[in-house]
């Protein structure tokens, strides 16, 4: 509480005080820059998670390049991943929409396949 100050000109306020302010408000803007130029970079801890219907879930670290075979209630589908990213590469599905999805590469992109009940998320692990 500083009900003295109340109505007094700014000139009345210590200078150091204002000082403590302008450092509290650098350092947030500091580490917010450095949480944002953190995340992007930490790429090899993400990873694949595949949800494929009954069958279960599976965890792929990102590092595991190669295809992997899913199998859904109309036939195995078969997920690539390579140094560019992940994409369904054949599916048994009639629409070919995961196919069509593309490649994904971060955290928060999926690729869903619902013929076949399929979903490929990429996560962010920790550390
Ligand atoms: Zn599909």
Redesign the pocket.
């Given at each position: 509480m500083r009900s003295d100050g109340k109505g007094r000109s700014w000139t009345d306020r210590p200078v150091t005080l204002d000082a403590i302010l302008v450092l509290v408000v650098l350092c947030v803007a500091l580490s917010l820059m450095f949480m944002q130029k953190i995340v992007p970079s930490s790429r090899t801890s993400q990873f694949l998670v595949v949800e494929c219907g009954s069958a279960g879930v599976y965890n792929i670290p990102w590092d595991e390049k190669g295809v992997y075979n899913f199998s859904g209630p109309l036939g195995e589908?078969h997920l690539e991943l390579t140094e560019a990213g992940a994409r369904?590469v054949s599916?048994p599905?009639p629409?070919?929409?995961?196919?069509e999805m593309g490649i994904i590469t971060r955290p928060g992109q999926a690729i869903v396949?619902v013929?076949?009940r399929i979903v490929v998320r990429v996560l962010q692990g920790r550390e």
């Open positions: 589908s369904m599916s599905c629409d070919k929409i995961c196919i396949c013929p076949n």
